[in-house]
């Protein structure tokens, strides 16, 4: 549970709340205490963690997930007579031993999420997608193949200098210097990628329909 613990409070979203129970980190030798309004809090150092066994403790993560959603988070036991804890937000559902487990494990997933930037990804992916236009800009590269006894400050080391055009493989209208080669772009290529960053488009705005709907409820 200390893992989980740390990494708790080390994810978005994760603010220390009074009447939570503080319980030493790192195996310290200090005390356990429930903070209060007045309450000389932790500032996640790591010499103090959340005891996520506590109910408690596990009520006000979830006050944290309802405001890191934006919306209703619900609740439930698996089965009477069991100790398994579920707790479901727009991203799914995650589970603990303990109501403080459960919510503490729902926090570090919409919290610890990955974010990105569609528009710069898609702008570096029009680099490799096959029919955008290409600059008409050509990038001028010397090459230089002077012997090795001739130096860069010797007057015939001009004369071993070739100067080569080549088409810039930037699209057209790109911002910044022309470039005459781009990186290799690897697995899992470009119509994936662009697949992906459509699906993740289409979940996004699914989950703003979703926060919506959640928050116009009386």
């Known amino acids: 549970m200390s893992d989980l613990?740390?990494?708790t409070v080390s994810c978005k979203g994760w603010r220390w709340l009074p009447g939570m129970l503080a319980i030493p980190g790192n195996g310290l030798m200090i005390r356990t205490i429930r903070l209060t309004e007045d309450q000389d809090w932790p500032h996640d150092l790591g010499l103090r963690l959340p005891d996520l066994s506590d109910p408690a403790t596990g009520g006000l993560i979830l006050q944290l997930l309802?405001?890191?959603c934006h919306t209703q988070t619900n609740v439930?036991?698996?089965s009477a007579g069991t100790d398994e804890w579920e707790v479901w937000t727009l991203r799914g559902k995650s589970s603990g031993p303990s109501l403080g487990e459960a919510a503490a494990a729902a926090l570090i997933l919409l919290g610890c999420s990955v974010t990105l930037d569609l528009e710069a990804l898609e702008a570096q992916l029009a680099e490799y997608d096959p029919s955008t236009p290409r600059c008409p800009h050509k990038v001028d590269e010397g090459r230089n193949y002077a012997p090795s006894g001739v130096r860069p400050e010797d007057p015939e080391w001009h004369d071993f200098t070739i100067?080569?055009?080549?088409p810039?493989?930037?699209p057209a209208g790109h911002e910044g210097d022309c470039r005459s080669s781009r990186r290799?772009?690897?697995w899992p290529g470009y119509a994936?990628?662009?697949?992906?960053?459509?699906?993740?488009?289409?979940?996004r705005e699914r989950d703003v329909q979703?926060?919506?709907?959640?928050?116009?409820?009386?």
């Open 5 to 7: 613990a740390v990494r």
């Open 168 to 170: 810039c493989s930037r």
């Open 210 to 218: 979703h926060q919506a709907f959640w928050k116009d409820l009386p």
């Open 66 to 68: 309802a405001e890191l």
């Open 192 to 203: 994936t990628l662009k697949e992906l960053i459509s699906e993740v488009r289409r979940l």
């Open 184 to 186: 290799v772009l690897g």
């Open 163 to 166: 100067i080569q055009y080549t």
């Open 76 to 78: 439930s036991a698996l």
